[in-house]
């Protein structure tokens, strides 16, 4: 990416690393012009532009990046006792701060420009990657977690219909018990009915076999009293013989 594409990139840790360049050569440029007036905040500055050197620019190292807050107040501060070209610097030192400010609050991950050896906007979308990844893996994991929660309940509902299956052939086997039993009690049933219905016949038979025998006792009395009224009536006329 090159110096427009960081510009048009919108993360305000590189406009900061620009600020901080342009303040390191104000730094130089202004502390030479006005060494004779401002000796001791001419010095200071060649100090803070050095440092700002190592800041800013990777290729040497790298610090806080926080630092132009203070060097800004420093250059701020001397120009209190006599206004000079000194306060260019302190503005833009004053610009790197802010922008390094919005950049925390905006959340956004430290880039250096490519120019300065640094990584551009690489590292930001790295960062932005890592952080889309980190995301994508803790959904990930959330949904192993509902996977998971989802497996022990479909495992708990098998269970309970392993379970109810086995009442249910249970059941099964209770039921088909019951109605052997109640065929059973039916056909017992309907050997009682016939046996009865036999033995009523029976006895209806044997009432007529009473009734003709009582008919043929009734008879046989009737016959054994006229033998004896006749046997009496013999007798009668053997006496009067």
Known sequence: ????????????????QWFGIASICLLIALGIVTFLSHIVFSIVGWVIAVILIFVE???CTKFCPTSPKLFAIIMFLSNILNTGPLIAAAVTLLFAAICYGIAALKGQAFASSRILGGTGVDNVKIASLRAEADKANARCEELEAKKAALTTEHDNKDDKLSELQSRAKLLEEQLEKAEQDLKEATENFRDAD???????????KLEQEVREQEKKNAELEKKQQDVKAEMDELERQLEGV
Do not use: C, D, H, T
């Open 1 to 16: 990416m090159g110096l427009f594409g960081e510009f048009r990139s919108l993360n305000f840790s590189l406009y900061a």
């Open 57 to 59: 620019i990777p290729f």
């Open 194 to 204: 016939l046996r009865a219905e036999q033995l009523n016949k029976k006895a209806v």
